[in-house]
């Protein structure tokens, strides 16, 4: 896989960093529809991409050299769903949001700094839903999709999160998020 920057008055090239080493997709639909498929975040001066196997890259977006890389399989043990990751980072106050499908604690904050974890909550299984920044309740969150039919809050920051559940009402939010409080 390759993260790639373009000019926005040509469209020519800028810099290719290639972020992952994939010799061949395993999953998808189809023999020819199968590659990456997630958008990157810029934030400030960097560039922050999730590749379809679960490494998290910062990039210089100047010229995209990369500032650090976290393969978060190795790390925290995460797991490749069939047909690879499809949620981008959500950047927001110095943390990076996903969801890194990795057993009890797949919810998690990295520090944007140096891609370290800041904290990890609630075996939720991945699904192709990029977190956003919302407010829920006049509480600004960021909801990440999960596959069950409950509301986990987590709070933030340096401290262990906090855990809330309650049942979701069909039309308010979409069936199965997950929600950190920001």
């Known amino acids: 896989e390759v993260c790639m920057a373009l000019s926005t008055t040509n469209g020519s090239e800028l810099w290719a960093t290639p972020v992952d ?3 061949a997709y395993d999953g998808g639909v189809g023999s020819t529809d199968d590659g990456p498929r997630t958008t990157p975040t810029v934030d400030g001066g ?3 991409v999730l590749t379809s196997y679960l490494k998290l890259l910062r990039l210089n977006a100047t010229n995209g050299l990369v500032i650090w890389s976290n393969d978060l399989r190795l790390t925290y043990g995460g797991d490749v769903i069939g047909w690879q990751n499809a949620a981008s980072p959500l950047v ?3 943390l990076i949001f996903l969801n890194a499908n990795a057993g009890a604690s797949s919810l998690m904050a990295l520090r944007t ?4 974890l800041a904290w990890r909550t609630q075996n939720e299984a991945i699904t192709h839903t990029t977190p956003v920044l919302t407010m829920i309740d006049g509480v600004r969150a960021v909801p ?3 596959r069950r039919e409950l509301l986990d809050t987590a709070v ?3 401290g262990p999160p906090s855990r809330l559940t309650v049942l979701l009402e069909r039309g308010s939010l979409p069936i199965g998020q997950a929600v950190a409080l920001v």
Not at 113 to 116: E, K, M, P, Y
């Open 46 to 48: 960097s560039v922050y």
């Open 21 to 23: 080493d994939i010799v």
């Open 144 to 146: 990440a999709g999960v």
């Open 156 to 158: 933030p920051a340096e």
């Open 113 to 116: 700094t140096d891609g370290s």
């Open 92 to 94: 927001e106050n110095g």
